[in-house]
């Protein structure tokens, strides 16, 4: 079975400061791996995903995330915090049929002006 | 184009009450999903349909939970008897592909149920 694990329940940057969520999973396959964005009051909102083609993908909003295969690992990352970038974030993997969805416990970023 | 609809947005109910929550999803989605968010976790899925069909409801708590998806479209998740620990966001959402990796989950805003 796969799993994610989020390390860090909360995290609080100051804006314009770099941002990294970090997140690893466990799978016994080649996973596909996503980060959702929940805005408050708001419904969960793709990010980016990865699907075995380039490690380093894009997102919106400038995040990006690295998969990288021998730390089990797939850190989002964002070069300069924004004030809407405040958001509860998700990494998420798929598995292996690419049927079901299993979450993370989420980060909550917190940006301070 | 218009966006997963979910309602009621809240709802309080006392335990061992009953309550039904809608969703809609977007327009030529086969796939939707219902998943159940506990504050301070991540969501988890409760069941996911295809069409009319049900494609995997391994971890719907079958005595008190029920749902529907008559006519592929909308569908309808029940909680009869509620109980303490039901309190949670409910989460419709819905995707175009039936494969989660080769598309996109659109997530409604939610439904609120605080049971006490």
């Known amino acids: 079975a796969q799993s994610v694990t989020q390390l860090d329940s909360h995290v609080s940057v100051s804006e314009g400061t770099p941002v990294l969520l970090r997140c690893n999973y466990s799978?016994?396959?080649?996973?596909?791996l996503f980060w959702y964005v929940q805005h408050p009051n708001k419904g969960l909102q793709l990010l980016l995903k990865?699907?075995?083609?380039?490690?380093l993908v894009k997102g919106i909003n400038g995040f990006e995330a690295e998969f990288k295969k021998s730390e089990t690992s797939f850190h989002l990352t964002k070069p300069s915090a924004h004030m809407s970038d405040a958001a509860e974030y998700f990494c998420?993997?798929?598995?292996?049929?690419?049927?079901?969805?299993?979450f993370g416990g989420g980060t909550r970023l917190m940006v301070k002006p | 184009e218009a966006g997963v609809a979910q309602s009621p947005r809240y709802k309080i109910i006392e335990k061992r009450q009953s309550v039904a929550f809608w969703c809609n999803p977007i327009?030529?989605?086969?796939?939707l999903y219902w998943y159940q968010q506990i504050l301070g976790q991540g969501p988890k899925l409760l069941i996911q349909?295809?069409?009319?069909?049900?494609?995997?409801d391994s971890q719907l708590p079958k005595d008190r939970f029920s749902a529907e998806r008559l006519k592929g479209v909308d569908s309808t998740l029940k909680i009869q008897p509620a109980k303490l620990e039901d309190s949670a966001v409910y989460l419709c959402?819905?995707?175009?592909?039936?494969?989660?990796?080769?598309?996109?989950?659109?997530f409604g805003e939610g439904s609120r149920l605080t049971v006490l």
């Open positions: 349909f295809q069409n009319n069909g049900v494609v995997d």
């Open positions: 959402a819905s995707s175009l592909m039936y494969r989660v990796n080769t598309g996109e989950l659109f």
């Open positions: 990865y699907t075995s083609a380039a490690t």
């Open positions: 998420v993997v798929s598995d292996n049929a690419g049927n079901m969805l299993t």
């Open positions: 799978s016994s396959y080649s996973p596909s």
């Open positions: 327009s030529g989605h086969a796939t």
